[in-house]
């Protein structure tokens, strides 16, 4: 069983940045496969940024250059920085990752990129 608590969310104006933190239990969190997803809505959940146990990362072409994900195995979170932020950018945050058959979910944060 994992749990994953999602926060850093809030209200910034366009060209702002925010980080995301999100605090995971579990004694293998080093290896685990992270990801951020993001859902705005009226619009299905899709993949933000993924970073891998050595910390390689994926992005969604729509964050590349403005987003940055990364990870403190030390300290089981990973984070998400998002700078350049647009009011595009508005939605619901997870955390997600997958074990075995498992996907785990946090609660979710909301951005809202609005002047």
């Known amino acids: 069983q994992v749990q994953l608590v999602e926060s850093g969310g809030g209200l910034v104006q366009p060209g702002g940045s925010l980080r995301l933190s999100c605090a995971a239990s579990?004694?293998?969190?080093?290896?685990?496969?992270m990801d951020w997803y993001r859902q705005a809505p009226g619009k299905q959940r899709e993949l933000v940024a993924s970073?891998?146990?050595?910390?390689?990362?994926n992005y969604a072409d729509s964050v590349k250059g403005r987003f940055t994900i990364s990870r403190d195995n030390a300290k089981n979170t990973v984070y998400l920085q998002m700078d350049s932020l647009k009011p595009e950018d508005t939605a619901v945050y997870y955390c997600?990752?997958?074990?075995?058959?498992?996907?785990?979910w946090g609660q979710g944060t909301q951005v809202t990129v609005s002047s």
């Open positions: 997600n990752t997958k074990i075995a058959t498992m996907n785990y």
């Open positions: 579990g004694s293998l969190f080093s290896i685990y496969v």
């Open positions: 970073i891998t146990g050595l910390g390689t990362t």
